[in-house]
């Protein structure tokens, strides 16, 4: 099983840019691009938050036109961009997401891999949560099937990550969380966004790990002090394969065109 992960698409809508210099859209049509042209396909997409860059009905409305050419199953969970009633709006075909204004929390059975998806966010505030509700929800999915493995998808990490400004709007109640995660061995996996760069750390027994943007990425500076600033370093997504004993293995793929692909061998057409 093939597993995409993409995250923090912050899309806008009428040509609009974020930050009046990121065209998020140009983003993710590229990223996109790069998707249909992978030498084996995915099974499923996932969109680890902050979709779009504010919350606004004609935001997700662009959003369902780029994501539409997918031919895998796509799905979404909201970051501390997003607005849940919209985003929910924008995607009535998506009977996964659950409706009537409550936390997006969900969970997958129809692949390899079991896959839950916690919704972290506060409305009105960058930071996120998981707040008791959120872990009394988790222990129980996780106690309904302890032999399968299980890719939990989140927007916040639940670790610092020594980039102080990111830190600081980062997940309330990640001790606790963790508390749980170590109680269920078959959690493969936790996957974030919200930090726009690819970081990767033992987290209560499993691993945890963050995907870059496929737009802009959180500038790497990790002195306490240091500004919030973004830089546009190559962007990216990543894919997880489910290799059943081998467990999970996760690539970055860079976004975009480069040079190649090469043998290489010169002499490999005599090899044989």
């Known amino acids: 099983m093939l597993i995409c992960q993409i995250s923090d698409l912050h899309i806008e809508a009428f040509g609009r840019k974020s930050y009046r210099g990121v065209d998020t859209t140009a983003s993710l ?8 042209a992978l030498p084996q396909a995915p099974d499923v997409i996932v969109a680890t938050g902050d979709l779009v860059d504010g919350g606004r009905a004609e935001e997700y409305a662009a959003l369902a036109l780029l994501l539409n050419g997918l031919a895998a199953p796509v799905y979404l969970l909201p970051g501390n961009h997003d607005e849940r009633a919209n985003l929910c709006a924008a995607f009535p075909d998506h009977a996964y997401l659950p409706r009537g204004g409550r936390r997006l929390h969900y969970v997958i059975e129809d692949f390899p891999v079991r896959m839950i998806a916690l919704d972290t966010v506060i409305p009105g ?6 707040d008791a509700a959120t872990l009394d929800w988790l222990e129980r999915i996780l106690a309904e099937a302890r032999a399968r493995p299980t890719l939990i998808m989140m927007h916040h990490p639940p670790f610092l990550t020594g980039i102080g400004h ?6 309330s109640g990640a001790a606790a969380f963790g508390e749980v995660i170590a ?4 959690v493969e996996r936790i996957i974030c966004g919200h930090l726009h760069r690819s970081i990767t750390t033992r987290f209560a027994g499993t691993v945890a790990s963050i995907c870059p943007s ?7 500076d990790l002195a306490a002090d240091a500004q919030a600033r973004y830089v546009m370093e190559p962007p990216g997504f990543q894919l997880h394969l489910w290799q059943g004993a ?8 860079a976004i975009g065109e480069f040079a190649g692909p090469y043998l290489f061998s010169e002499d490999e057409d005599r090899i044989g």
């Open 29 to 36: 049509e590229r990223c996109i691009s790069t998707l249909r």
């Open 125 to 130: 505030t960058s930071g996120g949560m998981v």
């Open 166 to 171: 990111m830190d600081e709007i980062g997940l």
């Open 183 to 186: 109680r269920h061995p078959q």
């Open 214 to 220: 496929p737009a802009h990425q959180v500038m790497l």
């Open 246 to 253: 081998g467990g999970l293995v996760s690539h970055t793929v």
